[in-house]
């Protein structure tokens, strides 16, 4: 089975598996053999629930980058008036 994945030795952009994939067999670079992953680790990458979780945690970051400044603002505003 064919994979459309950069390999991090050669950039080859093709890894193949067994056709057969099972959870832990190898995916491999085309040209250069190098291992990639494996088959459960690059299905789990590649599901919507994964896609969905990484959005999420994308937010709550958005979400806590926004409260530092925030904080940091009216920290700022703070010192300002101190000073
Ligand atoms: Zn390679």
Redo the contacts with the bound molecule.
Sequence with gaps: MKHEMT?P????LEAISQDECNDWDEIN?A????FITTCDLQLSLASRHYQMHTLSRSLDLLIAMSNDEIVAGSNQQRFEVAA
Excluded: F, P, S, V
């Excluded at 030795?9 to 080859?12: D, E, H, L, P, V």
């Design positions: 390999c030795r050669c950039g080859n670079c040209e250069c053999g190098e």
